[in-house]
């Protein structure tokens, strides 16, 4: 059983910036593909980043691509979300989620992943 703890939500203004992060329980943490998820009220949970546990290499949704940057520290067991540029379309509960098994073709589902942390809400306002 893996626990995920997120960390570093908040309100911020439009323009700025935000970083989350995602500590595992798990030791074999480098194993895992993790990823963030978002939703926002009465909307479905959405893909926004993950990083495929074999290579390495992120993937970005459409609409955080360019402004997100997902980086994974395995000596910490931590995944984290760089948040720049952000507007009050990124306002949502972020959930950090992780899978050991899941193939590269379904790292975008959130039904593919296997754990999930407790979320942390981002609020983008002025």
């Known amino acids: 059983q893996v626990q995920l703890l997120e960390t570093g939500g908040g309100l911020v203004q439009p323009g700025g910036s935000l970083r989350l992060s995602c500590a595992a329980s798990e030791r074999t943490f480098s194993r895992y593909t993790m990823g963030w998820f978002r939703q926002a009220p009465g909307k479905e949970r959405e893909f926004v980043a993950a990083?495929?546990?074999?290579?390495?290499?992120?993937y970005y949704s459409d609409s955080v691509k360019g402004r997100f940057t997902i980086s994974k520290d395995n000596a910490k067991a931590t995944v984290y979300l760089q948040m720049d540029s952000l507007t009050p379309e990124d306002t949502a509960v972020y959930y950090c989620?992780?899978?050991?098994?899941?193939?590269?073709?379904?790292?975008?589902?959130?039904?593919?992943?296997?754990?999930w942390g407790q979320g942390t809400q981002v609020t983008v306002s002025s």
């Open positions: 989620a992780a899978d050991g098994t899941l193939i590269l073709s379904s790292i975008t589902q959130h039904s593919a992943y296997d754990y």
């Open positions: 990083v495929f546990r074999t290579y390495g290499r992120p």
